[in-house]
């Protein structure tokens, strides 16, 4: 066996979409002759937390964790935000009116704490990390981000080890939709340390093709070999035993978080519409929210003639969000209405898969999520405001669902490729190439 040192922010306890990657990986490598070994922090700030998760650490897994000095206490003084609110620091809203102390905050995030607000942690991580490859004898690096301040301990154990590192990528670094609007300075300073952790990176694995293509675009100059796409994935070791027994009321489900500009708004349009039309009645329809919902959100359910045909399941364990998957008729996915759409692929979206339910998207025609519901056959994409789309797809698998017939038929052969297994026997067949069989 082989160790790998794996430096993670976002780490059970945490919850959220963002632990997964990693959690598989240090499920799997071990199969494939890799031992990981995790720095990850003791005190970290995270949107959702999720224990359960903490039983899928494998229990001889070392799991270092070192203290991170976290701003997000005073950020929330400051602004006035409860103290036990989850807080979202990449939430898109359409929203331009923000308090004065909001926007003092916010000036300071993105002037000061570059690359990210977890920018603390290399005031111990690095230390750290040091001690544990040499009592460990670690042959490898591997970094997951965002944040990319992991990337940034990860070079600097690289600079002074030598070691091959692999830098994870799950979105792009600067220019993306979640990133800070920084004046020229901070800006300058945060694309430098993104170019310098691609250049000085062995091999950067990314979650989504689009990370790559934007990468280079920004870097010319860079080296297209030694970049890897590997997708992210589902387990369907995950999957609980759910009795398998008939809605009363056709029940579209949406996992996950729904705020700002992520808002089903053309969902409850297409309901409406079916009623208006005479296809069922409220009472025969279900829209179910699995996570966390901004007031936002709310506000325009609320507003909705159906707003009793929405069922709203605050944030669940893992294990439990997946059951609700499998209790559903059919799984809406948004994706984010944003210059970078068309290379968005959420993570979801293969649990989504796995479950083997009919997606419906609200993704660009052209989008990567688009190409892979038509590659697997698993569902629809409907362009983002398209009422008329989104009301005849549903109500084709409406009527499906009430004459008892299949909702679709998807390709379970191109599906089973995106098992989170395989994805680690690529991890530990590149760091075999890296370090030496």
């Given at each position: 066996?082989?160790?790998?040192?794996?430096?993670?922010?976002?780490?059970?306890?945490?919850?959220?979409?963002?632990?997964?990657?990693?959690?598989?990986?240090?499920?799997?490598?071990?199969?494939?002759?890799?031992?990981?070994?995790?720095?990850?922090?003791?005190?970290?700030?995270?949107?959702?937390?999720?224990?359960?998760?903490?039983?899928?650490?494998?229990?001889?897994?070392?799991?270092?964790?070192?203290?991170?000095?976290?701003?997000?206490?005073?950020?929330?003084?400051?602004?006035?935000?409860?103290?036990?609110?989850?807080?979202?620091?990449?939430?898109?809203?359409?929203?331009?009116?923000?308090?004065?102390?909001?926007?003092?905050?916010?000036?300071?995030?993105?002037?000061?704490?570059?690359?990210?607000?977890?920018?603390?942690?290399?005031?111990?991580?690095?230390?750290?990390?040091?001690?544990?490859?040499?009592?460990?004898?670690?042959?490898?690096?591997?970094?997951?981000?965002?944040?990319?301040?992991?990337?940034?301990?990860?070079?600097?154990?690289?600079?002074?080890?030598?070691?091959?590192?692999?830098?994870?990528?799950?979105?792009?670094?600067?220019?993306?939709?979640?990133?800070?609007?920084?004046?020229?300075?901070?800006?300058?300073?945060?694309?430098?340390?993104?170019?310098?952790?691609?250049?000085?990176?062995?091999?950067?694995?990314?979650?989504?093709?689009?990370?790559?293509?934007?990468?280079?675009?920004?870097?010319?100059?860079?080296?297209?070999?030694?970049f890897l796409h590997v997708p992210n994935g589902y387990d369907s070791a995950d999957f609980p035993t759910v009795e398998h027994t008939r809605n009363t009321r056709f029940t579209i489900t949406y996992s996950g978080s729904l705020y700002g500009l992520r808002n089903p708004g053309i969902l409850l349009r297409a309901m409406e519409r079916l009623v208006e039309l005479g296809e069922c009645t409220p009472s025969d329809i279900l829209f179910r929210c699995v996570g966390r919902v901004g007031d936002d959100v709310l506000s325009s359910i609320a507003q909705s003639p159906l707003r009793d045909s929405v069922e709203i399941i605050p944030y669940v364990p893992h294990a439990e969000s997946i059951a609700w998957l499998l209790r559903s008729d059919a799984l809406l996915l948004i994706v984010d209405d944003a210059k970078e759409s068309n290379e968005i692929v959420p993570g979801k979206v293969y649990e989504y898969l796995g479950v083997m339910k009919p997606v419906v998207a609200i993704a660009p025609a052209q989008s990567a999520v688009a190409s892979l519901l038509r590659q697997t056959k698993a569902g629809e994409s409907i362009e983002q405001g398209d009422a008329d789309a989104m009301t005849s797809v549903i109500t084709t698998l409406y009527r499906r669902w009430k004459n008892k017939t299949p909702l679709y038929e998807p390709i379970h052969s191109e599906i089973t490729k995106y098992e989170r297994r395989e994805a680690a026997r690529i991890l530990a067949k590149t760091l075999d190439g890296m370090v030496g069989e």
């Amino acid at each position: 066996m082989k160790n790998l040192l794996i430096i993670a922010y976002y780490f059970p306890p945490s919850g959220g979409p963002g632990v997964q990657r990693v959690l598989k990986n240090v499920q799997y490598l071990p199969e494939f002759g890799w031992n990981p070994i995790v720095l990850t922090v003791s005190n970290g700030t995270f949107p959702a937390r999720d224990e359960s998760l903490l039983a899928k650490v494998p229990p001889d897994t070392i799991v270092e964790r070192t203290h991170i000095y976290e701003p997000y206490d005073l950020y929330k003084k400051f602004t006035r935000t409860n103290a036990s609110a989850a807080l979202d620091v990449s939430v898109l809203t359409t929203n331009a009116e923000q308090s004065f102390t909001k926007r003092i905050a916010n000036f300071i995030r993105s002037t000061f704490f570059i690359p990210d607000a977890r920018i603390g942690w290399m005031l111990t991580a690095p230390e750290r990390g040091r001690e544990l490859i040499r009592e460990h004898g670690i042959h490898a690096l591997y970094s997951s981000s965002p944040p990319y301040t992991c990337s940034l301990i990860a070079r600097s154990l690289k600079r002074s080890t030598g070691l091959p590192w692999i830098a994870g990528l799950r979105d792009p670094w600067t220019e993306f939709l979640t990133t800070p609007k920084r004046w020229w300075l901070p800006r300058m300073i945060d694309r430098s340390l993104e170019q310098s952790v691609l250049r000085e990176a062995d091999l950067v694995e990314c979650a989504w093709q689009g990370i790559i293509t934007d990468a280079l675009r920004k870097y010319p100059s860079l080296n297209p070999g030694k970049f890897l796409h590997v997708p992210n994935g589902y387990d369907s070791a995950d999957f609980p035993t759910v009795e398998h027994t008939r809605n009363t009321r056709f029940t579209i489900t949406y996992s996950g978080s729904l705020y700002g500009l992520r808002n089903p708004g053309i969902l409850l349009r297409a309901m409406e519409r079916l009623v208006e039309l005479g296809e069922c009645t409220p009472s025969d329809i279900l829209f179910r929210c699995v996570g966390r919902v901004g007031d936002d959100v709310l506000s325009s359910i609320a507003q909705s003639p159906l707003r009793d045909s929405v069922e709203i399941i605050p944030y669940v364990p893992h294990a439990e969000s997946i059951a609700w998957l499998l209790r559903s008729d059919a799984l809406l996915l948004i994706v984010d209405d944003a210059k970078e759409s068309n290379e968005i692929v959420p993570g979801k979206v293969y649990e989504y898969l796995g479950v083997m339910k009919p997606v419906v998207a609200i993704a660009p025609a052209q989008s990567a999520v688009a190409s892979l519901l038509r590659q697997t056959k698993a569902g629809e994409s409907i362009e983002q405001g398209d009422a008329d789309a989104m009301t005849s797809v549903i109500t084709t698998l409406y009527r499906r669902w009430k004459n008892k017939t299949p909702l679709y038929e998807p390709i379970h052969s191109e599906i089973t490729k995106y098992e989170r297994r395989e994805a680690a026997r690529i991890l530990a067949k590149t760091l075999d190439g890296m370090v030496g069989e």
